[in-house]
């Protein structure tokens, strides 16, 4: 009986010993790839999540914790312990990508700031207001996209999830923070301009699409007419999702359905629109603007300002 | 005796299990170190295959058909545009099936001798496929291949437009001519609207300067022979030819500052929108030699960063396999 007390034993220590040296071999060969980035919440978020938890506790009279339990969250600490040091990394990458981000949303916000500096005629004060707030959106923006992103990576895309728009990012962001900055005046010319953009926008989308179905569907005059109706009336934001793919509409065309297009066409027609490739799953990127150079000379001092103040900021 | 049994069954015991252990142990860093001696092996079988410079037959049909497409799903395309083409004519005047017959056969010789012009190539790419010098040489022999193909065959000079304006009688040609320009321009205004759209992205327009803008170019620049690939750069060089006197007052001092510097840019692009037959040629002047693709004007490649060809990426964040 002792003899099989004495076995049992040893097969213990051989397993564990076995088996730490297995699981060495293991990390070394899963240590090659970087560990996965994992959103973090952001900070704000986790300062609120801490007290409200606090409070609950004290609600429910846990507030002394007793040995036993003491234990317990001790066990559960060193449980928790790899993962806060896997997502220390991650957070720090996720933060990396952001600032990468920054540097590719400036030029959005820098569009922006021209367009609400001519919509609304701003003095020197509004203007170096708004170059600060655009830094902070600027960068609320480009986490919220590299979040987006993240998620998508993680298998959250499904289909008819449309990709986020920078530029709508960008413009939400601003829009958040911008209306103390401006008077009552100011602010309805803003909203108007931003809608007449947002249909112009629109309208752009469909004559480019219309205009690459004519060239290969060789559409009539009332054809060409009833498709921009059809395409106007039935319209998704994802079918002008940036104008880079409207640059390259002879490779990619938004999956646009056919009961919108196809009562417009002849059976000769039909065939060429059935044969004509269409993509639903494609992201385009997005454009910084013709002709952009960073800190350009020909831009207003206010926007260099704000950015130097911005980076000035991160350093600390 | 029986404590010196049971110590040396223990010792015995512990013994075996160490070694155990260690030849586990010892195995499992094997493998580790293996795997990394089989990659190192495989990497140094696939080091001489890197070197070797190969284009596959596939890649010359994706480059002159643009995309997935290969050279029987170019003939289809270029068959049905036919099919529509005589379709379009067909719909303004009333065609005999004889006449459709001219119209079709006419377009038919179109496409049969931009596939000789294609073989013609494929058959040099054969010979060079493998021989990366002469291989960028043969690449932009396929420019003009894929310009025709992308701005269609049957346009001025095409056997189709010289039967059909025998085809058609004089009222009948005018109509279908006026049918034409309508398309141009449609497709023109689509382009200045793009193009608009773009600079808006750039210096902030309001709704008033892009209808302004998008009119004065309409109105005051010709209609491009055709279209294509280098569209934008045609827009942009157009918009640079209206007199400043017009432009100018549009914008803010600012934007026009940030404007004037773009436009800049491509008014030096003349020649070679001409040579690309994007604009009329210059009566009395000698076309010039069609520049390679290394001999553009540095603005082609350098000024407008946002419409260089992206590589898209797929919503789930992968590139697509095309």
Not at chain 2, 37 to 63: K, R, S, Y
Not at chain 2, 67 to 93: F, Y
Request: charged share 30%; net charge positive.
């Amino acid at each position: 009986m002792s003899r099989l007390g004495d076995l049992l034993v040893l097969t213990g220590v051989a397993c564990a010993v076995s088996g730490s040296s297995f699981v060495l071999g293991q990390v070394q060969d899963v240590a090659l790839p970087p560990p996965p980035a994992v959103a973090p919440p952001r900070p704000a978020e986790k300062k609120k999540e801490e007290p409200a938890k606090a409070d609950a506790a004290k609600k429910q009279g846990r507030v002394e914790a007793k040995p036993a339990a003491k234990a317990k969250v001790a066990v559960k600490a060193m449980v928790v312990q790899p993962a806060r040091v896997a997502a220390q990394p991650a957070a720090a990458a996720l933060d990396a990508q952001v600032a990468q981000y920054v540097r590719q949303f400036r030029p959005m916000f820098r569009a922006e700031y021209y367009f609400i500096r001519n919509t609304c005629g701003l003095n020197t004060d509004q203007r170096k207001q708004l170059a600060r707030l655009g830094e902070t959106a600027v960068k609320a923006a480009a986490r919220r996209f590299v979040e987006a992103q993240q998620k998508m990576m993680r298998g959250g895309w499904r289909p008819g999830t449309d990709y986020p728009d920078p530029r709508n990012l960008v413009e939400q962001e601003l829009a958040r923070v911008m209306s103390p900055l401006l008077s009552h005046d100011q602010e309805s010319r803003y909203k108007a301009e931003l809608e007449k953009r947002a249909a112009s926008r629109k309208q752009v989308v469909i004559d480019n699409l219309v205009a690459k179905l004519d060239g290969d569907l060789v559409l009539s005059s009332e054809q060409r007419t009833r498709l921009v109706e059809a395409l106007s009336a039935n319209w998704k934001d994802a079918w002008g999702q940036s104008l880079e793919m409207l640059m390259n509409i002879d490779s990619f065309f938004p999956n646009i359905p056919d009961q919108v297009v196809a009562p417009i066409l002849t059976d000769n027609q039909k065939e060429v629109w059935r044969r004509i490739a269409k993509n639903s799953n494609v992201f385009w990127g997005f454009s910084f603007g013709g002709g952009i150079v960073e800190n350009d000379p020909l831009d207003d001092p206010e926007l260099a300002e704000a950015q130097k103040e911005a980076e000035a900021r991160d350093k600390k | 005796m029986r404590g010196f049994d049971r110590s040396c069954w223990f010792r015995m015991h512990l013994a075996a299990a160490l070694l155990a252990a260690l030849g586990s142990a010892g195995t499992c860093w094997s493998q580790v170190t293996v795997g990394e001696e089989e990659e190192v092996e495989n990497n140094a079988v696939l080091q001489p295959a890197q070197a070797v410079f190969m284009m596959t037959d596939d890649q010359f049909d994706q480059w002159v058909f643009g995309g997935p497409r290969n050279s029987r799903a170019g003939r289809n395309k270029l068959d049905s545009l036919l099919t529509l083409q005589v379709d379009d004519v067909a719909r303004m005047c009333t065609l005999s099936e004889a006449q459709k017959k001219k119209l079709l056969l006419a377009g038919r010789g179109d496409i049969k001798r931009f596939f000789d012009q294609v073989e013609e190539k494929r058959k040099k790419f054969g010979k060079v496929k493998n021989d990366k010098t002469k291989f960028n040489e043969i690449y932009q022999e396929l420019v003009p291949l894929q310009a025709a193909l992308n701005s269609g065959l049957f346009g001025d000079g095409s056997i189709y437009s010289k039967t059909i304006r025998r085809v058609l009688s004089e009222e009948e040609d005018a109509r279908y001519q006026r049918v034409i320009q309508d398309k141009n321009r449609f497709r023109y205004r689509a382009k200045i609207e793009l193009v608009v759209a773009q600079l808006d992205q750039s210096v902030g327009l309001r709704d008033e300067q892009r209808r302004k803008l998008v009119e004065l170019i309409m109105s005051e620049t010709q209609l491009p022979t055709r279209f294509g690939q280098y569209d934008y750069y045609l827009v942009m060089y157009q918009a640079g030819q209206v007199a400043e006197a017009k432009l100018k007052p549009l914008f803010e001092d600012r934007q026009w500052a940030l404007l004037n510097r773009q436009l800049n840019q491509m008014r030096g692009m003349e020649q070679f929108l001409r040579t690309q037959g994007l604009l009329p040629a210059v009566k009395g002047v000698q076309p010039p030699r069609r520049p390679a693709a290394g001999e553009l004007p540095a603005e082609v490649f350098a000024a407008p960063a946002d419409v260089e060809k992206k590589v898209p990426v797929s919503e789930s964040g992968q590139k697509p396999k095309s």
